[in-house]
C-alpha cells in the first residue's frame, strides 16, 4: 500500500522520553500490530499501536527526536496496520511489559477486558520517573510493578515481580518489552513458552517480508510480517536475547 | 515416482551450474541471512542469489526503502550489506540447504569487485552492474560496455567459479552491454535489473523513497524482460537468465521461451515461499501436456519468427 497521509491530533507526555500521539483516523489495528510511520524528509520507523488510533513514542534516534518535535495538526504519512498482532485466548491472562513495550500490552488489556477476560499486568521500569500508563493498567486488574532502582514497587527487573505470581492461572502471557527483558522472562517461564505470546523488535526496512533484514535465525522467520507477535516456542532456540541485526545486517548484541 | 521424475524433468545445466530446476531466487530478495537464503532453497528454488554485498558495511538509504504501486512495487534499498568479510557464514549457512548459493557482489571498479571475489567462497558470483539507486555502484558502471566488460574480466581472472553478469534495462541498448560482458567472458547474463523509477506524495510533494529514486519491479516491468531477455537470446552464444516480473508459472514459461535458460523471482515472494513450488509445479505440469522439454521451450519464440 502507498503510505496515507495522517494529522495528528494530540500529543501527550507520558514521561520525559516518552509521548503519545493521537491519529486523526482509527486503523482498526489489532493489539500488536504495527505501522511504518514517515517522517517525511527523514525517514520511515515501524510503531506499535498504544491504542486503536494511538501511538507511544520514545526519542531514541533521528527518526523519533523528529516526531518530538512535531505537534496536533502535524501530518505524518503511514501504511498499516501490518504484520500479526496478538491473538486473544483463554479467561484469564497475564501481560507482562517492560519501559515503552508496556504500550501494546495497554491496549491488549483494554481489548481483552471488553471481552470479559481477566486481566492481570507485571510492568517493569527502570524507576518511578519512567513509568507510563500506570492507571490503564490498574484499571484493568491487578497490577504489579517493579522498578530496577526501588524508586516505586518491587525492586529489580520484572523478572523480579514473577515469585508474586502463580503462571500456572494464566490461560495465555503477553510479553513485551526490551529483548534482555523478554529473553530472561522467556528463558525464567520456559515451560509456559507454548502459551507466551512475544511482541518482538528486529530492524525492519521494508515491512513487506522481502527484504530480509528483519529475518531470525536460524529459521529465517521474517518478523514483520510473520510477527512482530511470535509465540515464545519458537524464540527458545532461536537468535532472540543473543544477537540482532543492524541496518547493513552485520550482527551486534542485544541491548536492553 | 511422480515427484522423481518431474525433479528430473526439471533439472538443468545453465550458466555453469547444475540446478534441480531453473527458478531461482533473486539478488535482494531476502537475502540478507544465511537462514532466510535456506528457507528460500528449502521452499523448492533451485539456486538462490544473496543480497549483494560490497568491500565495506554499508547501512542503506533512509526509508521509506519501499513503495507499492498499482504495477509493481519501488525500491531503494541502497545496498545495505555487512561488507564482504563479514557474509561467509550466511552463504554457508543458505549451502547447507543444498542448492547453489550465487554471491551476489559490487564494487565501484573493476579491482574492488575483482577482490571480493577472490575472497569470497560461492558456488558463483553474480556481479550488480545494474542497481540503478546507489551512487558510483550498479548501473554507474554498468551502463558501459567498456566497463562492464573490464570488471567482468577481472572477476573472471580472480574467481575459480561460474560469472554472470547482471544487466540494466535502463540503456539504450542492452545487447550491447550483454555482448560486452560475454566478451569479458561471463558465464551467464542476468536480465533485467529494475527500471529507474519515482513516486511523488502528491498530498506534500515528498518524493516517496528516502533516496528520491528508486527501481521499478513486479508486474509492470514483465513485457521489457522478456523483450531484454529475447534480444539477448537472440544473439549471445551464452545463456541468459531471465528476471523481471515473474510471478506465475505461466510467466516463467513465457521468459524461458523468450530464450532464458533459467528465471529468477524476486518481488512475487512478498506472497510468500510458496511461489518457488507454485512455479516449478506448474512448469512441470505444462511440459507434461504439451510433452515438450525444458530445451524445447528455451527460445521457442526466437524459433518462431
Known amino acids: ?256 | 515416482m511422480m515427484t522423481v521424475r518431474l525433479m528430473s524433468s526439471l533439472s538443468i545445466h545453465a550458466g555453469g551450474l547444475d540446478l534441480k530446476n531453473p527458478v531461482l531466487l533473486a539478488a535482494g530478495i531476502l537475502g540478507t541471512t544465511g537462514a532466510s537464503l535456506r528457507r528460500a532453497a528449502l521452499a523448492g528454488a533451485g539456486g538462490v542469489v544473496t543480497k549483494s554485498v560490497g568491500s565495506v558495511p554499508r547501512e542503506g538509504h533512509p526509508g521509506p526503502t519501499i513503495v507499492h504501486v498499482k504495477c509493481g512495487l519501488l525500491n531503494a534499498m541502497g545496498l545495505p550489506n555487512p561488507s564482504y568479510r563479514d557474509f561467509q557464514q550466511e552463504i554457508k549457512t543458505a549451502q547447507s540447504a543444498g542448492v547453489p548459493v550465487i554471491a551476489s557482489i559490487f564494487g565501484s571498479s573493476a579491482a574492488e569487485f575483482a577482490q571480493i571475489a577472490r575472497v569470497l567462497k560461492a558456488d558463483a558470483f553474480e556481479l550488480n552492474l545494474s542497481c540503478p539507486h546507489a551512487e558510483k555502484y550498479g548501473s554507474e558502471l554498468g551502463r558501459y560496455p567498456d566497463l562492464v566488460e573490464s570488471v567482468t574480466g577481472a572477476v573472471k581472472a580472480a574467481a575459480d567459479v561460474p560469472v554472470w553478469v547482471k544487466l540494466t534495462p535502463n540503456t539504450a541498448d542492452i545487447l550491447e552491454l550483454g555482448l560486452a560482458a560475454q566478451r569479458g567472458g561471463a558465464d551467464a547474463v542476468v536480465a533485467i535489473n529494475t527500471l529507474k523509477a519515482m513516486a511523488i506524495d502528491i498530498e506534500t510533494g515528498y518524493p516517496m523513497l528516502g533516496n528520491r529514486y528508486g527501481g521499478l519491479s513486479g508486474q509492470a516491468i514483465k513485457p521489457v524482460a522478456v523483450r531484454c531477455v529475447y534480444e539477448l537470446a537472440g544473439r549471445l552464444e551464452i545463456p541468459v537468465i531471465g528476471v523481471g516480473g515473474i510471478s506465475s508459472w505461466e510467466d516463467a514459461i513465457e521468459m524461458i521461451m523468450a530464450g532464458a535458460q533459467a528465471v529468477q523471482v524476486g518481488t512475487a515472494l512478498q506472497g510468500g515461499y510458496g511461489i518457488f513450488e507454485e512455479i516449478t509445479g506448474g512448469i512441470s505440469r505444462y511440459l507434461e501436456r504439451k510433452s515438450m522439454t525444458l530445451e524445447d521451450l528455451c527460445g521457442l519464440a526466437g524459433r518462431r519468427s
Open chain 1, 1 to 256: 500500500m502507498r503510505p496515507i497521509n495522517c494529522i495528528i491530533e494530540e500529543v501527550r507526555s507520558e514521561a520525559p522520553l516518552i509521548r503519545t500521539y493521537r491519529l486523526d483516523r482509527n486503523l482498526n489495528p489489532a493489539p500488536g500490530q504495527y505501522l511504518m510511520l514517515w517522517i517525511r524528509g527523514v525517514d520511515e520507523i515501524p510503531m506499535s499501536f498504544s491504542g486503536p488510533d494511538t501511538i507511544t513514542v520514545q526519542s531514541v534516534g533521528v527518526a523519533t527526536q523528529a516526531i518530538f518535535r512535531m505537534g496536533a495538526g502535524s501530518e505524518v504519512g503511514l501504511r498499516g496496520p501490518l504484520g500479526n498482532g496478538f491473538a486473544l485466548k483463554g479467561n484469564k491472562i497475564l501481560l507482562i511489559g517492560g519501559g515503552v513495550g508496556t504500550a501494546p500490552l495497554a491496549f491488549l488489556g483494554e481489548v481483552a477486558k471488553k471481552a470479559d477476560i481477566g486481566v492481570t499486568s507485571l510492568l517493569g521500569f527502570r524507576s518511578r520517573d519512567d513509568m507510563i500508563f500506570q492507571d490503564r493498567f490498574e484499571s484493568l486488574g491487578e497490577t504489579i510493578i517493579t522498578t530496577d532502582d526501588g524508586s516505586y514497587g518491587i525492586r529489580g527487573r520484572a523478572s523480579a515481580g514473577l515469585k508474586e505470581l502463580n503462571l500456572f492461572n494464566y490461560d495465555q502471557i503477553y510479553l513485551c518489552g526490551p529483548e534482555m527483558m523478554m529473553s530472561d522472562i522467556i528463558s525464567r517461564t520456559a515451560e509456559h513458552a507454548a502459551n507466551t505470546q512475544a511482541c518482538i523488535n528486529r530492524y525492519f526496512k521494508c515491512a513487506a517480508g522481502i527484504c530480509g533484514s528483519c529475518c531470525l535465525d536460524p529459521d529465517g522467520v521474517r518478523v514483520c510480517v510473520e510477527g512482530p507477535v511470535l509465540l515464545a516456542d519458537r524464540l527458545l532456540d532461536s537468535e532472540f536475547g543473543r544477537y540482532k541485526r543492524g541496518p547493513s545486517g552485520a550482527k551486534g548484541p542485544c541491548r536492553g
